[in-house]
Every structure is written in structure tokens, then in C-alpha cells.
């Protein structure tokens, strides 16, 4: 089927609810973001209209800007632990039968409907001294006392981690139960061993596909809140913890607001970035 461009009016017509949708909802509100953003704060918590960029002047000092790289840099890394565990995983579970396949979805969608507080809570209890995991290491003798794990920045990666999975497999499982079962199976009969076959065969193959997954799992680390909180010292929290505590406990709408356009940015840049690639690349 070939693809002909809208002509007239009434061809626009299947896309304008969800553009209104977009514009409401995200447009809009960014929109009011960004011009809180160069607001005044006066005494007493509140702010008026003023063109100022006293917030972003302060949100580029050495603090705010470590904790932005730091934001960034767990995002990304969160993002490829992701990928190195649930592509490989995706991959095992599409060669399952059938019911296995439905068995492990399901257990992964019961990780999805989990509430954060529960997943923070039970990896602090899991990261323990006193009832952590440690303790059956002492007990099977490859630790000589119980330690605790948490908090640090490994207790924060594993929560992460272990809550975007699902996501990133998720994500994945439709483009591997779609691929075509003959490219591996070329790649064997052309002498590639199995490992050699999944990383130069399957992987690129579903390189657009690996792109998407990183951003969505990124754009979901990185908008990270009580996990860094509940699993990190302060040293961990991610710029999301920093935007409500100015919003709520410092009653700094305009600088809150400036921290949050420099994350929808970031978001947007990677897309943007991607789509790039996506581009450049050549078709096969």
C-alpha cells in the first residue's frame, strides 16, 4: 500500500483529537512551566510574574549541576544494565512455549503493579544488616558476619534496576516474538556460534528497537523520586527529589520550575538525538 499525503481539512481529522489531547495535557502545561520558570520568588513562598534568569543562573552553579550529571549518568546507566539482562531475557523467553511465555508476563506485569514504597521498602529490608539477604550468606558460609547494603549507591541501582525490567522487557518481547527465526539459523548454518550469531544477527537487527527501549527506560530512571530517597543517601538523590523538596518544603515554585524544564529537555534531546540515528542509518 503506498502512503498518499493529506490533501484537504478533513483528512487531518483522525489526528486532531490526540493532538488536542497532547496539546492539553503536555503542551499546555509545559508551556505554564517554562513561564514560571523566569518568575520571581518574593518573601512568604509566593512569586510574580518578572523575567528573570536568577533560577537557571542558579540551578548551573557546581551543586545543582553535579546533581544533574549524577541524574544523568544513573538514568543512562540504569538504562543499559536494562538492556544487558532484558535483552538476552526476551530473547530465552521467545523460544519458550506458549504457556511459560504467558506464566513469566504475568509475573512480570504483578512486578508492575507494585506500589515504589513496597519495592524501596523491601530491597531496604532485602539490603539489610539484621534481616537482609547477607544472612544467608553467613549461613551458607561465604560471608563471615552480616553487612548491610543500604543505603548506597548499589542498593539505589538494584531498586532501579529491578523496577524498570519489566518495562524493558516488556518493550522488547514484541519485536523478538515478530523476528523472523531464519536469521539466527543462517548464521549457525554459516558457521557463527549461537552467542556470536544473537550479538552480530539478532541484536542489530533490532537496533531501532533497542533505541526505543533505552529511552523509554531512561526518561523512567531519570524522573526517579522515592527509590534514590528510601535506598540512597543524600549524595543519591536524583534531581527529581531536589524538584519537590523546592516546590513543596521550599516554597520555590520558580527555581522547581527551572530544574524541571532542564529534565523534559534532557528528555527531549535523547529523542531528538535518537531519531537522529534512526535517520542517518541506511535502509536494509
Known sequence: MRRTPPEKPADYLPIAFPAAMLGL?????????????????????????????????RFLSAFFGEILVFSLFLAALVSAVCLVLGVPFTYLLTKLSRRVQVAWLIGLLGVLSLSEVIIGFA?????????????????????????????????????????????TVLVLYPAFSRLDPSLGEAARTLGASPLRAFLTVIVPALRKTLIATFIIVFIFALGAYLLPQILGRPQH?????????QAIYQSNMPFAAAMAVFLVIASLVLVLLANMINRREPAS
Open 123 to 167: 530491597w531496604s529490608t532485602l539490603l539489610s544488616r539484621t534481616a537482609g539477604i547477607s544472612n544467608l550468606f553467613v549461613a551458607l558460609g561465604l560471608m563471615q558476619q552480616p553487612r548491610a547494603w543500604t543505603p548506597g549507591f548499589a542498593a539505589v541501582m538494584t531498586g532501579l534496576v529491578y523496577q524498570a525490567f519489566p518495562y
Open 25 to 57: 495535557f503536555f503542551v499546555v502545561p509545559f508551556a505554564i512551566m517554562v513561564a514560571i520558570s523566569f518568575f520571581e520568588r518574593v518573601q512568604g513562598g509566593f512569586y510574580q510574574p518578572a523575567f528573570t534568569l536568577a533560577n537557571y543562573g
Open 237 to 245: 538523590w536524583t534531581l527529581s527529589v531536589l524538584v519537590t523538596d
